[in-house]
């Protein structure tokens, strides 16, 4: 998927400027000469750091140095995302998640300014997100909505938890088709899928990596992927595009890396390119596909546009599916 693409299908939201980044010195023209710490505010084993540690792995032989892959998590992301917004635009720490966008929809008071605190820098790849329900129940999409038109919120759909990206994800699916369900939330992705497999639930919106297994055992049906092409993993099942919900297709749940703002311009442009080398690597793509994981080519400047945009619309989405704020 290329930035382009999703971007096009943001139409509500207005193509904002390149990011804001700080000047060049002479002491940033000789980076990296130290460890550097990536701090992913989850815990170990989420996807944002099984992410982060296969690449930064390769980014440290890129720049000679060891970069440092440490879990800050807690507040919903917010404690180790500030950590880094209040370090020193050196280049010494960075930020990688994925969910910085739906944070900002979430929270009234963040101590940080989203799209002021930090430069993006790259997007590390997006995992796909597929619509599930019981095997058998349905035969595609199409069918799904048109039993929930059917009965106005007789269905009801599963995520792992309030403002998670299987709520976004189905909520954006939700408006795109213009039906009602339930939402039942769950602490966590695992609980959520146990319950459409079991049946009670009728359908949920998971990354394809949760999925797979069940998928691939015959226990849940995959009706689409919420992605503009096909998911490598699943190829044989038909994105939102394909089912005629382009507008669910624009959901998208990836993983990037950040900067604090007024880190110097050859910085930036260092460590982006670091990081798309090392993306490229053998070790990075076989690692990738393993995850489910497809990645996001781009520019710095794309990346920027695509994540102020990207901010823009889950509030707008956050707001239209009255996801409490808190």
């Known amino acids: 998927m290329t930035f382009m693409s999703v971007r ?10 390149a990011c804001i980044a700080g000047p060049t010195s002479a002491p940033a023209q000789d980076w990296p000469t130290r460890n550097i710490t990536a701090i992913v505010p ?6 944002s750091d099984l992410i982060a540690r296969v690449v930064m792995e390769q980014v440290g032989k890129q720049l000679g140095q060891t970069i440092v892959v440490e879990n800050r998590p ?7 995302a500030n950590a880094v917004a209040k370090s020193a635009p050196d280049g010494y720490t960075m930020l990688i998640y994925g969910a910085l966008n739906t944070a900002h929809a979430l929270y009234s008071k963040l101590p940080y300014d989203t799209l002021n605190d930090f430069i993006p820098v790259v997007a590390l790849g997006q995992q796909p997100l597929v619509v599930v329900t019981p095997a058998g129940k349905y035969k595609a999409l199409k069918d799904l ?3 929930a038109k059917a009965r106005p919120g007789a ?3 599963t995520s792992a938890g309030v403002g998670s990206a299987s709520h976004f994800a189905a909520e954006r699916l939700r408006f795109s088709a213009g039906f009602e369900a339930q939402h039942i939330p769950f602490k966590g992705a695992a609980e959520a899928v146990t319950e459409v497999v079991s049946g009670r639930g009728d359908f949920s919106v998971q990354l394809t990596a949760t999925t797979l ?3 691939r055992d015959g226990k849940l049906a995959p009706l689409a992927v919420i992605s503009q ?4 993993s699943l190829p044989d099942t038909p994105t939102a595009v394909e089912a005629g919900l382009p507008a669910a297709a624009v959901y998208v749940f990836y993983t990037g890396v950040f900067l604090p703002a007024k880190t110097p311009d050859a910085i930036v442009a260092k ?11 053998p070790e990075v793509q076989a690692r990738f596909k393993q995850l489910g994981v497809e990645p996001m080519p781009g520019s710095q400047a794309e990346f920027a546009r695509f994540f102020k945009d990207d901010v823009a619309a889950m509030v707008e989405l956050a707001k239209a599916a009255k996801i409490p704020v808190q």
């Open 8 to 17: 096009h299908g943001i139409a509500t939201i207005a193509l904002l400027g």
């Open 42 to 47: 989850l815990g170990a084993g989420s996807a």
């Open 74 to 80: 807690g507040a919903g992301g917010t404690i180790g």
């Open 145 to 147: 909505v048109a039993e």
């Open 155 to 157: 269905l009801n759909y």
């Open 213 to 215: 297994p069940l998928i």
């Open 229 to 232: 092409k096909r998911a490598s």
């Open 271 to 281: 460590l982006q390119q670091a990081i798309v080398k090392a993306i490229e690597t």
